[in-house]
């Protein structure tokens, strides 16, 4: 017998059902309430609404867990790589070895783009950011790809899947080579997953490329740690798309829009500059710790702070393990991670961020361990996309196979002008 939540509204009682999730959360269902009152919730920023049921991940913020499907990020960092983590968020178990043979060879097929996509790039300005190409060409995928776009039909779907795993390191690395100069290098689908993309951002045809075994490694715990989520911003801007039974290239086009935003995956580039302007200006980092508890000072310690964790972010220390072991085997003294090291450990202590709960997020690290394996800042966010394409395809596909799926539609409370007399504009003084 489902447990009842009782809500009175002046003389009125309503009953809510109350919903338990497999960890123990519960969530009032107030889906009936307009129905039975007329009234709607109000929650800006969604920071209190469960927009959906789902059993990808589950994180809980208060103590700093996160797993997918069950397994913790952290037994999964260190024992599969992307490409099986992937497996296991879009079909919910981990494959077999067959299963997991199988869908790299899928995967390894589709990695070239058509040749008539290359020239896109062309109309692309040279300095252009390539998350704007990123997003601009996944989406014109549904151009070229009219023969899988059928949001219902399993086939369909399961070869979009595919070619989108396949190709977003491709369409990533060739925004890359146009921002230098550089020819477009063909993807070689006898190398891994991270091995290719890093050959196609870093080879060039004139000399041989051999990627570092440690700079795979790092890559691959990377794309783990940011390939879920759960209702993340860019995740429900791709449900909220795909509501509207857009195709899932479309979908994933206006996730990659989402992250691309400063306060979402935008963050690990603004870290890199934040650290850099720290540097610049003498190192002083308590100077940067006072601005940011200042608020006329209109200033905030990016990479710190996170809607949901009010704790250590579980991503935050494995990403921070790995810079620091990849830049000792590499003899680097990085003086980023160095200042960052610093802010860390003196935020960590002062009261503001003790109050406030605020720890250092994923971004944190991610940018310093980016810059080590030689990525250009610009291209950082798109390493987060590439990342969190198999979390957006998991919700994705959990949400159109929902037999409760509908449109996404919030409503609000309107606030604007009742109705008004209407004065011609020669009158309007
Ligand atoms: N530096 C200084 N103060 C901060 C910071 C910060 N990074 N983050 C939050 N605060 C303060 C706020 O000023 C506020 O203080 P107040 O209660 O005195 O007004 C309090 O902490 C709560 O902050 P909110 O903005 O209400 O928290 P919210 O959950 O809305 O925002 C967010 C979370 C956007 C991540 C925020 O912490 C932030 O802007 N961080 C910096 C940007 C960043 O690192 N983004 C990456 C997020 S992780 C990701 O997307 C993968």
Not at 271 to 293: F, N, T
Not at 359 to 378: H, K, Q, T
Request: glycine content about 6%; overall charge negative; hydrophobic content about 40%.
């Amino acid at each position: 017998m489902a447990e009842i939540a009782r809500l009175s509204v002046g003389s009125e009682q309503l009953e809510l059902p109350v919903f338990e999730g497999t960890e123990g959360e519960r969530a009032l269902d107030i889906s009936k309430l307009r129905a039975q009152s007329g009234l709607i919730t109000l929650d800006e920023g969604y920071v209190n609404t469960g927009s959906t049921r789902s059993a990808i991940t589950f994180l809980d913020g208060e103590a700093g867990v996160l797993r997918y499907r069950g397994y913790p990020i952290e037994t999964l960092c260190e024992h599969c790589d992307f490409v099986e983590v992937s497996y296991l968020l879009i079909y919910g178990e981990l494959p077999t070895a067959k299963q997991l043979e199988d869908f790299r060879a899928s995967i390894r097929r589709h990695t070239m783009l058509h040749e008539d996509i290359r020239q896109f790039y062309n109309g692309f300005p040279r300095d252009a950011h390539p998350m704007g190409t990123l997003a601009s060409v996944v989406s014109a995928l549904s151009t070229f790809y009219q023969d899988s776009l059928n949001p219902h039909d399993p086939q369909h779907v399961e070869v979009s899947i595919h070619r989108l795993l396949a190709k977003l390191p491709t369409i990533a690395a060739y925004s890359h080579k146009k921002s230098v100069g550089q020819p477009f290098i063909y993807p070689q689908n006898d190398l891994s997953y991270c091995e290719n993309f890093l050959q196609m951002m870093f080879a060039v045809p004139c000399e041989p490329f051999e990627s570092d075994p440690d700079f795979v490694h790092a890559l691959n715990l990377l794309l783990i740690c940011h390939a879920d989520h759960e209702q993340n911003c860019s995740t429900s801007t791709v449900r909220m798309v795909g509501s509207a039974d857009a195709n899932l290239f479309a979908s994933v086009a206006a996730g990659i829009s989402a992250l691309w935003g400063p306060l979402h995956g935008g963050a690990n580039e603004a870290v890199v500059s934040m650290l850099e302007q720290i540097r610049d200006d003498g190192g002083d980092v308590q100077k940067y710790v006072r601005m940011a508890k200042d608020k006329d000072e209109g200033f905030r310690l990016m990479g710190f702070g996170h809607r949901v964790y009010k704790n250590f972010d579980p991503r935050a220390k494995i990403i921070q393990a790995a810079c620091s072991k990849l830049l000792g085997k590499m003899s680097i003294r990085d003086p980023l991670f160095e200042i960052a090291q610093q802010l860390e450990e003196v935020a960590l202590r002062d009261d503001y961020f003790v109050e406030r709960r605020l720890y250092p997020n994923v971004d944190f690290y991610s940018g310093v361990i980016y810059r080590a394996l030689g990525m250009p800042v610009p291209m950082f966010t798109v390493l987060f996309a590439m990342g969190r394409l198999p979390g957006w395809i998991a919700h994705w596909v959990e949400m159109m196979r929902s037999p409760t799926k509908r449109i996404y539609r919030p409503r609000q409370v309107y606030t604007g002008p009742t109705e008004r007399e209407f004065v011609p504009v020669e009158k309007r003084g």
